[in-house]
């Protein structure tokens, strides 16, 4: 008895599983990488997964779409989180672009793209500088 309604509510809300599992692998990659590109990626990974919870509490089941009828007990679906999602989604291509840009002009510089790499960089041309 205890097993199945704990499936049903499982399944039930698959989308805010597909939710929370996409958000920690966007995090994973973002915290166990090293590599700028993989962390941009796992930023819009996460920033996906976000993308898809505002989507999902945005739907009404049985709503339709909020068009004027003479039907006064109409149930409409609310367009305001779809459009804030649509510019969301404008604005985070946008960003992953002038991130990808700032990665190509650090591997200009550094001649890498690890974390590590150029922070030994940075050591190096620090302590000549002070030298």
């Known amino acids: 008895m205890f097993e199945d309604i704990t499936l049903d509510f499982i399944i039930q ?28 990626i796992g930023l819009n990974l996460f920033q996906t997964a976000v993308f898809m919870l505002y989507i999902s509490i945005g739907k009404v089941i049985g709503g339709t779409a909020p068009i004027y009828t003479d039907n006064p007990d109409e149930v409409y679906s609310n367009p305001l989180p779809h459009v804030l999602i649509l510019t969301a989604i404008v604005v985070g291509v946008a960003t992953m672009a002038v991130g990808m840009a700032l990665i190509v002009r650090i591997r200009e510089r550094y001649g890498t793209i690890e974390e590590d ?15």
């Open 13 to 40: 809300r698959y989308n805010y599983w597909m939710v929370i599992i996409l958000m920690m692998i966007g995090l994973y990659i973002v915290v166990s990488r090293g590599n700028l590109v993989k962390k941009v």
């Open 117 to 131: 790499e150029i922070a030994e960089i940075e050591e190096k041309l620090d302590r000549q500088e002070a030298a």
